[in-house]
């Protein structure tokens, strides 16, 4: 069974910069597709990121440019390297992996962390 850790999270002001961190536990980590989501207070959880196995990555509009995911499979760690963050970036950020693409895309992937909390005071 896959195990997630997230760290990284805080609380910063707004244009600050923080970097997430998902620790995997299973080897077979580097096989599986992960991704970002967040949720806000009365909020919908969304996806923020995704990458795949090959390194293909993808982000949603809101933080284009700003965000960016990658992985170090050696360290069976997953990254999300935020700048210029805004008010409304707060929220708790999970990480998720899958075998399945799809299922991290759409959110329902197998495995999910317990979320590392982000605050951005303007």
């Known amino acids: 069974q896959v195990r997630l850790v997230e760290s990284g999270g805080g609380s910063v002001q707004a244009g600050g910069s923080l970097r997430l961190s998902c620790a995997a536990s299973a080897s077979v980590y580097s096989w599986y597709s992960m991704g970002w989501f967040r949720q806000a207070p009365g909020k919908e959880r969304e996806g923020v990121s995704s990458i795949e196995a090959d390194g293909t990555t993808s982000y949603v509009d809101s933080v284009k440019g700003r965000f960016t995911i990658s992985r170090d499979n050696a360290k069976n760690i997953l990254y999300l390297q935020m700048n210029s963050l805004k008010p409304e970036d707060t929220a708790m950020y999970y990480c998720?992996?899958?075998?399945?693409?799809?299922?991290?895309?759409?959110?329902?992937?197998?495995?999910w962390g317990q979320g590392t909390q982000v605050t951005v005071s303007s």
């Open positions: 998720a992996a899958d075998p399945v693409y799809k299922r991290v895309v759409d959110g329902t992937a197998w495995y």
